[in-house]
C-alpha cells in the first residue's frame, strides 16, 4: 500500500474553520519531503495545486491527524480524492483507547507512543499572540508543518503495530476510516438554509415574547423578573427571595461641579415570594434554597389554578425562548459569525466524542431540530413531486 501523510496551515478566523470565506490555506505539507507554498506568498499557485494532485492520485491511503480538517481545504482548493482509502491517526487512537478520550491531540499521542512532540513556537509566539498565519516568518511554518507530517506519519505506523495485535479491531478501523470520507462529504456541502425568513420568523417569536412577558408580570411585581434566571424562576415557583439592588439617598455632595446635588449609594435588598408549588423531592440544587426550573421539572409540577396560569406562560415563554435564540437568531448569527456563505449551514459530525461510539454533531447540533425548523432546510434538487 502507497501512504501519502498530509497536512496543512491556514488562516486562522474562526480556528481555521474552512467554510469561513476570509480564511486561505497557506501550506501544504506531504510526507514525500515536499512543502508546497499556496497563498503564503504573492506567486502563482497551480502548478503546485497540480503537482499535490499527482502526489494524491498515487497514494492508495490518504493520512492525517483529523484528517477531515485538511479534505476540507484541499477540496476547496480543487483536489480531487474521493477514490482513495483514508487513515485518520486520531479516530484510530479514539478506537485503540476504547472511545474514553475525546479528540486525541497529536501531542498527547506523540508522545504516549514516545516519538516526541510538535514545535510549539509557532502557537506560542504566534497564534496565541493574534498573528496570523500568513505572517509567520516562512522557514519557521515550514518546520512547524513538517513536524506535524513527520509525527502524524511517525503515529499512523505505531498504530498498525499495535493493530496487529489487535485484529479485531482492524475491520471496525477501516470501516470508520470509510465513514469518514462519506461525513466529509456531507459537511462540505452543507445544508441549505433559508437565512431571511429564519429571521423573520425569529422576530415574530420575539414579539409573540414580549406579549407574555407582559402577562406574566401581570403575576409579578418586580418589574426586573427574569424569567430566564435560575434564581429568580426558583424563587418565584418556590418562594423565596430575590437579590436586587436600589440607590438610595445618603447626603449632598458638599464641594464640586455637583455641590447641593443628592448622593446615592448602591443598596442590596430581598424581595420576597411566596410559594406556589411544592418543591419534587430530589430537584434541590447545588446553590442552597434552590430547587430545578428545568423544563421535565417544571411540566411534573401541580397547583391551583392561578399558579398553574402562571406556569404554563413560564412553559409556552421558554419553548419559544429557546427556538428563536437556538434555532431562528441562532443559526443565523452562526453563520455570520463563521462567515459562512448567506445560506449553507456547515455542521460538525463527530466522530471521536461519544463514548458509545454512536455520531454525534455540533456548531450547530444538527440532530436535535424541531419540526417547524426544519422548514427552513431546503434541497438543492427542486421540489419533490
Known amino acids: 500500500m502507497n501512504y501519502l501523510t498530509l497536512d496543512v496551515e491556514t488562516t486562522i478566523s474562526n480556528k481555521g474553520n474552512p467554510f469561513d470565506q476570509s480564511n486561505k490555506l497557506m501550506l501544504v505539507g506531504l510526507s514525500n519531503g515536499k512543502t508546497y507554498d499556496i497563498e503564503y506568498s504573492v506567486d502563482p499557485y497551480k502548478e503546485l495545486l497540480d503537482d499535490i494532485q499527482i502526489a494524491v492520485d498515487k497514494a492508495d491511503v490518504l493520512v492525517g491527524f483529523n484528517i477531515k480538517f485538511d479534505l476540507h481545504w484541499l477540496q476547496r482548493y480543487g483536489i480531487i480524492f474521493k477514490d482513495k482509502r ?12 476504547n472511545q474514553a478520550n475525546p479528540y486525541p491531540s497529536l501531542n498527547g499521542v506523540a508522545e504516549y507512543y514516545e516519538l516526541g512532540s510538535k514545535l510549539d513556537e509557532v502557537k ?32 499512523m505506523y505505531r498504530q498498525q503495530a499495535v493493530l496487529k495485535e489487535r485484529p479485531e479491531l482492524q475491520r471496525l478501523i477501516s470501516l470508520h476510516n470509510q465513514d469518514l470520507m462519506v ?49 429568580h424562576l426558583s424563587a418565584l415557583l418556590y418562594g423565596g427571595n430575590i437579590k436586587a439592588k436600589r440607590q438610595v439617598p445618603i447626603g449632598h455632595y458638599k464641594t464640586g461641579d455637583r455641590k447641593g446635588e443628592v448622593k446615592y449609594k448602591w443598596e442590596e435588598f430581598l424581595i420576597p415570594f411566596n410559594r406556589m408549588f411544592n418543591p419534587i423531592p430530589g430537584t ?18 401541580k397547583g391551583n389554578k392561578n399558579a398553574m396560569e402562571l406556569l404554563n406562560i413560564l412553559l409556552t415563554r421558554a419553548t419559544l425562548e429557546k427556538r428563536r435564540s437556538t434555532y431562528y437568531i441562532g443559526l443565523t448569527k452562526l453563520i455570520d459569525t463563521m462567515k459562512w456563505k448567506h445560506n449553507i449551514i456547515h455542521g460538525q459530525l463527530n466522530q471521536c466524542v461519544a463514548k458509545t461510539g454512536r455520531l454525534s454533531s455540533s456548531k450547530p447540533n444538527l440532530q436535535n431540530f424541531d419540526g417547524e425548523i426544519k422548514t427552513l432546510f431546503t434541497t438543492r434538487y427542486g421540489e419533490i413531486t
Not at 434541590?284 to 409540577?301: M, V
Request: with cysteine.
Open 86 to 97: 483514508i487513515w485518520d491517526c486520531q479516530l484510530v487512537e479514539f478506537i485503540l483507547r
Open 124 to 155: 506560542e509566539n504566534y497564534w496565541k499572540n493574534g498573528i496570523d498565519t500568513d505572517q509567520i516568518p516562512l522557514p519557521i511554518l515550514r518546520d512547524y508543518l513538517q513536524q506535524d507530517v513527520k509525527l502524524t506519519e511517525q503515529v
Open 284 to 301: 434541590e440544587l447545588a446553590k442552597e434554597g434552590l430547587y430545578s426550573t428545568d423544563d421535565k421539572t417544571l411540566r411534573s409540577l
Open 183 to 231: 461525513l466529509q462529504e456531507m459537511e462540505y456541502n452543507g445544508l441549505n438554509f433559508e437565512y431571511e425568513k429564519s429571521n423573520t420568523l425569529g422576530d415574530e417569536l420575539e414579539e409573540q415574547i414580549g406579549k407574555l412577558d407582559r402577562r406574566l408580570h401581570e403575576y409579578i411585581n418586580y418589574d426586573d423578573f427574569n424569567p430566564n434566571s435560575v434564581d
